[in-house]
């Protein structure tokens, strides 16, 4: 008897645990629609899950992706990533570039029905300011000295010196404007943006409503959207082709796969990414110019363009081709030619006739740069330098890239909205994100000049300068700009572009 | 039996104690921070610094593992350093769906596995038993990833279905929770169920070679008395052991299957606590799946007396 007892013990004790599980309801109507009733839930595959909701500290792409929608900043960018109103629907910069005066809309609301006013403006600004809070976006506002509300839409920023990226900056949504006296914003999320936090499934989904008092009285288009969080690109393509999501982001070999299938179209846009060889000047023997040169004239970039990207990428200079007020064409750079008798004879003249052995890391957690990786492996080889590829897991390969020590290092940069980020951040000497250890302070001086210049066509000469100064010291080999892609379903109006999925989706439409 | 329940369950805090320590110190021992890899970058030096200290990282090692183990003692597994989730909540949660999936699988392999393993067992050489065995090399050599993804893509390429995405709970609507399951249980079931099925073969094979099958036979017993009645008891401990050890790793190592069709069960919980170095996330699952793991042994141990009562601790 008592074994029947333990026997039944055991075989309900699963049945128990389930019962107890919180499993998540299925939301109701859900895509299905009921009959007759036009869909207005838009579903988007998410990659990865998002981790909280604060603006001003959590840079991943699975959250800003989110709470892009739920806050706005000040200014944002267009299609053609020029910078238009937003919060502030009008901004005046004084003559020698040192004041700006932002005017903001009226009658704003947040979503907990309070009035966004120039107060919730020097709030959010301050706390990104502030060191303790670990704002991704501080740097962004190194310059910004004291900020004034002047009336309840007035807010004036006073710069330590004339910032001509100061109104790019504050379009990004690490700059989102949050209400005053905010302290934690991992969870909840009350902004002013165009849809509201419904509910968020750990594991599963994050489901926003549409916004009915956002400003923009035209805008969104969709009475929710679903962002359903499925990590393995099988299901996500196994899902857009069955109906189950609206959008998907998906890669270039799979967008490949699904061209021509019924009911789903493929569109991509250029994106603001580029790949690059990262060289360490520091480190013997790549201290030597013509070592780094040498290498410039070995790699092929047109051919990683095709056997990495499959030919859907664009060459790049630092900054990449899609901010095209900015971009330098490559074709100027001389060392952009292929040419290994010229990176031979420089090798020689540099003391390595006979090339070196040296090591590339890179991520494993993404294919394209070890791919990358693996044919510089063998463009190098033609000049006889053999170099070993490490992949290193992410953590890892962020450790690495801190360290300032390795050799060559193959990764991807995203470009930023303004030159200012693209040139000075990643390169100036005291730049957050020089890791390469490069220092040129004819450079320095340039990007420190175009970042004080307001004048746009004086500015765009100086970075013009600094791009063919740092080409040419090639403490990274820029290399590829590639596109993203999107699967869409036919039903759906939506294009994105280069200023981001967020500003695509507020727009998109279900037809 | 008592005092060996007793000394079994005393005996599982030395385990989980152990498995504590080295965990801890193996996961602060990868390189890499919560911090730098939420930056990624885009990280300036001072920004990292700031949130490592939000999080409580700057401190000492040995003062981490003090505050983390004092917190568990008490039932409290802290706070997500990424998310600021409670963990516990989230542990017990995923949990049971992970236990939803895997008992599911279990089912499914079982009802494959013990008949087709009793029937290719009485008819050995048969046409039956050729087909029985390369099932089972199959489903043992092709991983799992493979299976799930050939269900899927064959599913929605051919059938235009794909499974509903949201994790329903059986209780609340179990057509729904099956639609949910059904192709996650079935890729774990054509795994479990040839390994289970080999065994019952074996086991039986090995049985109805016994002389108290050849006695039962002698008496006149019919075919079915021999093989339900002699036979199923006498081959069972083999399988109950090598069911039991895949409960345990299914419901730690089901991650794949779970990855693959986004099912936000605890293997998944813990696979991402991992990537992004979610310290209290990694150290609570797994402290957790141990825990299960030595449970779901000990009631196999116990299922053993039930079945052979020479067995006796």
């Known amino acids: 008897m008592k074994k029947r007892v333990l026997a039944g013990f055991f075989l309900s004790l699963s049945l128990v645990l389930s019962a107890c599980s919180g499993g998540g309801t299925a939301p109701t109507e859900q895509g299905k629609s009921a009959e007759g009733q036009a869909k207005t839930e838009l579903i988007v595959a998410a990659e990865q899950e998002p981790v909280g909701y604060d603006p001003h500290k959590v840079p991943a792409a699975s959250s800003l992706r989110v709470y892009a929608l739920i806050y706005d900043s000040l200014t944002k960018l267009d299609e053609n990533m020029n910078i238009v109103p937003n919060l502030a629907e009008k901004w005046e910069i004084a003559p020698d570039g040192k004041t700006v005066t932002m005017f903001l809309q009226k009658g704003v609301k947040f979503h907990n029905g309070k009035d966004m006013t120039a107060e919730d403006v020097k709030f959010s600004f301050e706390r990104i300011m502030n060191p303790d809070t670990g704002s991704i976006a501080k740097s962004y506002f190194s310059s910004v000295e004291a900020i004034e509300v002047k009336d309840p839409t007035t807010v004036v920023f006073k710069l330590k010196n004339a910032d001509a990226s100061f109104v790019a900056n504050t379009a990004s949504a690490y700059a989102s404007i949050v209400p005053a006296g905010s302290t934690d914003l991992t969870k909840e999320a009350i902004g002013t943006g165009p849809f509201k936090m419904e509910k968020s499934e750990s594991g599963q989904y994050v489901l926003l409503k549409k916004n009915p008092e956002y400003f923009n009285k035209e805008l969104p288009k969709v009475e929710s959207i679903k962002f359903q969080i499925m990590k393995d690109e099988a299901e996500r393509l196994a899902a857009i082709r069955s109906g189950k999501v609206d959008i998907s982001m998906v890669s270039a070999d799979s967008a490949k796969l699904l061209e021509g299938k019924p009911g789903v179209q493929i569109k991509n846009y250029q994106s603001l990414e580029y790949s690059y060889l990262g060289i360490n000047v520091n480190k013997k023997p790549f201290d030597n110019p013509k070592v780094r040169e040498a290498i410039s004239y070995a790699v092929d970039r047109n051919q990683i363009i095709q056997t990495v990207w499959k030919g859907e990428a664009t060459l790049t200079g630092p900054i990449a081709p899609a901010l095209t007020n900015s971009a330098l064409d490559p074709a100027t750079y001389p060392t952009y030619k292929t040419d290994v008798e010229k990176a031979k004879q420089l090798l020689a003249e540099a003391g390595y006739p006979n090339g070196f052995e040296t090591q590339i890391e890179t991520a494993a957690t993404y294919p394209d740069m070890v791919e990358t990786a693996q044919v510089i492996q063998q463009q190098l080889k033609a000049i006889g330098i053999n170099a070993k590829i490490n992949q290193l897991e992410w953590g890892n390969y962020i450790d690495t890239w801190k360290s300032k020590d390795m050799n060559l290092m193959v990764g991807r940069n995203t470009s930023g909205v303004d030159a200012d980020r693209s040139m000075r951040f990643f390169f100036s000497t005291t730049g957050s994100a020089n890791v390469w250890n490069y220092s040129n302070p004819a450079y320095d001086e340039l990007v420190q000049k175009a970042l004080t210049t307001v004048d746009q066509s004086e500015r765009k000469k100086l970075y013009d300068e600094a791009q063919t100064m740092l080409v040419a010291d090639a403490p990274n080999l820029f290399l590829a700009s590639p596109k993203n892609y999107y699967a869409v379903r036919d039903n759906i109006d939506f294009t994105p572009t280069a200023a981001g999925e967020v500003y695509s989706l507020i727009k998109t439409s279900i037809k | ?313």
Request: charge should be neutral; proline fraction near 5%; hydrophobic fraction near 50%.
């Open chain 2, 1 to 313: 039996m008592g005092s060996y329940l007793i000394k079994r369950v005393a005996s599982l805090i030395p385990i989980l104690f152990g498995i504590s320590v080295l965990i801890f110190t193996i996961l602060h021992l990868v390189p890499g921070d919560p911090a730098s890899i939420m930056l990624g970058t885009n990280a300036t030096p001072e920004a990292i610094a700031a949130l490592n200290k939000s999080m409580g990282l700057d401190q000492p090692l040995i003062n981490q593992y003090l505050n983390w183990i004092t917190g568990i003692l008490q039932g409290n597994f802290g706070v997500s350093v990424h998310t600021g989730e409670e963990i516990l909540p989230q542990i017990l949660k995923r949990f049971a769906i992970t236990m939803q999936l895997t008992v599911f699988g279990v089912l499914i392999g079982w009802v494959l596995a013990i008949p087709f393993g009793i029937l290719s067992a009485i008819r050995a050489h048969s046409k039956t038993d050729i087909v029985v065995r390369v099932f089972t090399l199959l489903g043992i050599s092709v991983p799992n990833f493979a299976i799930g993804t050939l269900l899927l893509l064959g599913f929605s390429l051919y059938f235009n279905w794909f499974p509903p995405i949201d994790v329903v709970n059986f209780w609340e609507d179990p057509i729904e929770a099956f639609k949910v399951f059904i192709l996650p249980a079935t890729t774990m079931g054509i795994v479990v169920a040839a390994g289970v099925m080999r065994m019952t073969r074996s086991a039986f094979l090995e049985t109805m070679d016994k002389d108290f099958i050849r006695t039962a036979r002698a008496k006149g017993n019919s075919k079915w008395t021999i093989v339900m009645g002699h036979a199923f008891r006498n081959s069972s401990i083999p399988i109950v052991t090598i069911a039991g050890m895949q409960i345990g790793y299914l419901l730690g190592g089901s991650v794949i299957v779970e990855q693959l069709f986004s099912i936000p069960g605890l293997g998944q919980y813990i696979l991402e606590g991992i990537y992004q170095r979610d310290y209290p996330v990694v150290q609570g699952g797994v402290l957790f799946v141990a825990l299960v793991f030595v449970l779901v042994n000990l009631l196999i141990d116990l299922i053993y007396t039930w079945i052979d009562p020479r067995i006796k601790y």
